[in-house]
């Protein structure tokens, strides 16, 4: 069913859509799912309406301070930004379908930003429509079989080094790759 608000996770757990069409609702307001704990697991959910606000990073998903924590599998639409890690380490963020408020290019929020997050893996993810999916001071991640089409950048580095990006497709976006003030970074396979 549908389920209306927001959510604070402070603590392990797993929220998992036992069937498709489980929705999470922000209704517009704020960021939808803040997750300030490891261990922490969304699977199989589809979290619309965030809020509209840059100067507070309105998203369907913040995840911040943790490790080990897994998002998959779930569908984000009517989102300002999407996926937001920051200093977040091994975890995984795979097989998601990812888009932006339907507002001009420049507009939109990041589909998918990582913030000194650290030996990740980025996998199978799938952006639509989004503004860039950008990795700022973030070290040894792996970007691997991912999708972007209609975005701004594709793949914005900025000061981030051993990262390892492979085999990703990206069409119709403003630029493809782009490293910033980045080092060490491996890119093989990508269209």
């Not at 757990?13 to 922000?26: A, F, Q, R």
């Not at 975890?91 to 990582?114: A, E, F, P």
Request: net charge neutral.
């Amino acid at each position: 069913g549908v389920y209306k608000g927001s959510i604070v996770i402070k603590k392990p757990i797993s929220i998992i859509g036992k069937e498709d069409g489980v929705i999470i609702d922000g209704e517009g307001t704020g960021t939808v799912i803040e997750i300030d704990s490891a261990y922490v697991t969304l699977k199989n959910l589809t979290i619309t309406g965030s809020g509209d606000r840059h100067d507070k990073l309105d998203a369907a998903v913040k995840l911040s301070n943790s490790k080990q924590s897994e998002i998959s599998d779930c569908i984000i639409k009517d989102s300002l930004f999407g996926i937001d890690v920051s200093m977040t380490n091994n975890s995984i963020i795979s097989n998601n379908y990812i888009t932006s408020k339907d507002v001009d290019l420049g507009l939109r929020g990041d589909g998918l930003r990582l913030w000194y997050s650290n030996e990740n893996i980025i996998k199978k993810n799938k952006l639509v429509k989004s503004r860039d999916m950008v990795v700022w001071y973030s070290h040894g991640n792996v970007i691997s079989e991912n999708f972007g089409e209609h975005n701004r950048y594709s793949l914005h580095f900025m000061y981030a080094g051993k990262n390892y990006v492979t085999n990703n497709t990206y069409q119709f976006n403003s630029v493809g790759i782009f490293f910033m003030y980045s080092k060490d970074t491996i890119a093989i396979g990508n269209t």
